[in-house]
């Protein structure tokens, strides 16, 4: 099923020290998106614009996690986020955070693969097949037995992604998570994402940089200032001029010379 947010909009309180008083701070107004069964919808836009919002919305950590006011109608595959609860939300859809570390539970790259699955009560037949096919996807044998602290941030990322897709879910929410590969590991990760879009995954990708989208994304939503600005086909988006770009200031749309 698709999943939707239908007029959404969100503002919470701020209160950034204890000097100043709190004030309510508008973080996403207006936003009307699908995303389609098998599809891959690029997010972009300057810092603060409202993309990690976005994906709060569509994970349901908003309202859960994160308080302030909430209008609009968010499903995820069919769930309304605010009336379900947030377990069968992360059985539903996978997320990968901006900081990998702060998603982890375990202290080992393998309890932390089995961890979602055991905590659902997943068999352990169950368990160890989902594991083992997360890792494949991922290619991260090599880091099965390690811990978790003495691992790269680009390790760290890896992990992260495939502890995401561990699980009976096939959606996959991504807040910038190339930030901390290497261009080597940039492209097999493209070549990931297009593999589980293949196998019906559905993708949404928050990402400053955009080139590693160009031929999976099929939709381009551009935020400023909480609100969709722009919301082009891959096509349209990435047959934009040198000078649009830099006017939409967006990073290169092409892959650079190494």
Same mark, same amino acid.
């Given at each position: 099923? *698709?999943?939707?947010? %239908?007029?959404?909009?969100?503002?919470?309180?701020?209160?950034?020290?204890?000097?100043?008083? *709190?004030? @309510?701070? *508008?973080?996403?107004?207006?936003? $009307?998106?699908?995303?389609?069964? !098998?599809?891959?919808? +690029?997010?972009?836009?300057?810092?603060?614009?409202?993309? *990690?919002?976005?994906?709060?919305?569509?994970?349901?950590?908003?309202?859960?996690?994160?308080?302030?006011?909430?209008?609009? @109608?968010?499903?995820?595959? !069919?769930?309304?986020?605010?009336?379900?609860?947030?377990?069968?939300?992360?059985?539903?859809?996978?997320?990968?955070?901006? $900081?990998?570390?702060?998603?982890?539970?375990?202290? $080992?790259?393998?309890?932390?693969?089995?961890?979602?699955?055991? $905590?659902?009560? %997943?068999?352990?037949?169950?368990?160890?097949?989902?594991?083992?096919?997360?890792?494949?996807? #991922? !290619?991260?044998?090599?880091? +099965?037995?390690?811990?978790?602290?003495?691992?790269?941030?680009?390790?760290?990322?890896?992990?992260?992604?495939?502890?995401?897709?561990?699980?009976?879910?096939?959606?996959? +929410?991504? %807040?910038?998570?190339?930030?901390?590969?290497?261009?080597?590991?940039?492209?097999?990760?493209?070549?990931?994402?297009?593999?589980?879009?293949?196998?019906? #995954?559905?993708?949404?990708?928050?990402?400053?940089?955009?080139?590693? +989208?160009?031929?999976?994304? %099929?939709?381009?939503?551009?935020?400023?200032?909480?609100?969709?600005? @722009?919301?082009?086909?891959?096509?349209?988006?990435?047959?934009?001029?040198?000078?649009?770009?830099?006017?939409?200031?967006?990073?290169?749309?092409?892959?650079?010379?190494?």
């Amino acid at each position: 099923m *698709s999943t939707l947010i %239908d007029n959404a909009s969100f503002d919470y309180q701020f209160n950034p020290d204890e000097e100043t008083s *709190s004030a @309510h701070v *508008s973080a996403v107004s207006d936003i $009307n998106l699908a995303f389609p069964t !098998g599809s891959c919808t +690029l997010i972009t836009g300057p810092s603060g614009a409202g993309k *990690s919002t976005l994906l709060k919305l569509l994970n349901g950590l908003i309202p859960e996690l994160y308080k302030g006011n909430l209008s609009g @109608h968010t499903t995820l595959a !069919g769930l309304d986020t605010v009336q379900t609860d947030i377990q069968q939300l992360g059985r539903t859809a996978g997320t990968v955070f901006q $900081n990998p570390r702060s998603q982890f539970f375990t202290a $080992n790259v393998l309890e932390e693969l089995a961890f979602a699955s055991e $905590n659902a009560g %997943d068999t352990p037949q169950t368990t160890a097949n989902r594991i083992a096919e997360a890792v494949n996807t #991922w !290619g991260i044998q090599r880091l +099965l037995g390690k811990e978790l602290r003495k691992l790269s941030g680009g390790e760290l990322q890896l992990v992260a992604c495939a502890a995401a897709v561990a699980g009976p879910q096939q959606i996959l +929410l991504l %807040d910038e998570p190339t930030s901390n590969l290497s261009p080597e590991a940039i492209s097999a990760f493209s070549e990931v994402l297009q593999r589980l879009k293949s196998a019906g #995954w559905t993708l949404v990708v928050a990402e400053h940089r955009v080139y590693p +989208l160009k031929g999976l994304a %099929d939709q381009v939503v551009i935020m400023g200032e909480g609100r969709i600005q @722009h919301l082009f086909t891959a096509d349209e988006f990435f047959s934009l001029s040198s000078k649009q770009r830099k006017e939409l200031g967006l990073r290169t749309l092409e892959k650079p010379k190494m």
